[in-house]
């Protein structure tokens, strides 16, 4: 990727904000950073703009792999000179990660990244909310958006894509942080070169916990798919997009929040994902 290609991209990224209304100036902006290059990228460029953005992980002391992450997320913001957050998910839930997925599999076949994911998000919600941060931005790429719109629409459950698109979360409620994810129209390839151009120290492999999934599954067929018909992933997001307008006025009016009977979070039904996880570790 020449400079006119990693101009190119930070152009498409300033064009989806813009676009979406995602952020302006005056937003106090929180960015989840994992340590993979969506993130790093995302948070690089986002500070480039001049947004008033810090950063937070999720210690998920999960062994070597997240440790060098970890590492790799703290130097890049002391060396950008951005605020960087960290919570640790042992003091929140007096368990490693490790032995919640252990916990949970004997008695649920639940995969280690469905169970990761959903304690993140809790979490990154709670904190940003205590923090005191207007918005989230994600690392979320478009093949995330093409494999997430494929695994709703296979789930016959047309409404659990509504939430699709760069400011997610159809609901504006304050128990809910504002999700934001301004590298939408970014492919995973886009983004890869973009951070390698840049020399972002990052580890490229993936997590080691990574599960054989559904998700997987879906990836890897849209990747054949893409040889045979290229930007076959665009096309899906972009006329997914088009298509849900008419469906999010709809379950606008049918949704309301709630408070999860447990922990209190804001959710749509009486429990919270995350609660209802947790309870299969009684
Ligand atoms: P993943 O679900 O791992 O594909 O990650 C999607 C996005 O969630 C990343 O681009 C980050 O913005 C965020 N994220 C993932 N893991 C963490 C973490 N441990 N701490 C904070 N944010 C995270
Ligand atoms: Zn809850």
């Not at 209304?21 to 460029?45: E, F, N, P, R, T």
């Not at 960087?84 to 032995?99: A, R, V």
């Amino acid at each position: 990727m020449d400079n006119k290609l990693t101009k190119d991209f930070e152009k498409t990224v300033e064009k989806t904000i813009k676009d979406y209304k995602l952020i302006d100036k005056k937003h106090k902006v929180l960015v989840a950073l994992s340590g993979g290059k969506d993130s790093m990228s995302l948070l690089y460029i986002l500070k480039n703009l001049g947004y008033n953005v810090e950063a937070l992980m999720i210690d998920l002391e999960t062994g070597e792999h997240f440790l060098k992450n970890k590492e790799n997320a703290e130097a890049f913001c002391r060396k950008l000179e951005i605020n960087f957050h960290i919570c640790s998910l042992h003091e929140e839930f007096e368990m490693k990660m490790l032995d919640i997925w252990k916990s949970i599999q004997k008695k649920e076949k639940l995969t280690n990244c469905m169970i990761c994911g959903v304690i993140k998000k809790w979490m990154l919600n709670k904190k940003a909310k205590e923090l005191g941060f207007d918005k989230m931005a994600t690392g979320h790429n478009l093949d995330d958006a093409a494999e997430t719109i494929l695994m709703n629409l296979f789930s016959g459950n047309p409404f659990l894509g509504i939430n699709e698109g760069p400011m997610t979360g159809i609901i504006s409620d304050k128990a809910f942080v504002q999700r934001i994810k301004p590298l939408y129209f970014c492919s995973n390839e886009e983004v890869r070169k973009y951070s390698e151009e840049k020399g972002f120290k990052i580890l490229y492999k993936p997590c080691p916990f990574l599960t054989k999934s559904s998700r997987k599954g879906i990836r890897e067929g849209l990747e054949s798919l893409e040889k045979e018909e290229p930007e076959v992933k665009r096309k899906l997001v972009y006329n997914f997009l088009k298509r849900i307008e008419p469906m999010k006025r709809e379950y606008n009016n049918m949704e309301s929040v709630k408070q999860c009977k447990i922990c209190g979070e804001a959710t749509r039904t009486d429990l919270c994902k995350k609660c209802r996880i947790m309870e299969l570790l009684k």
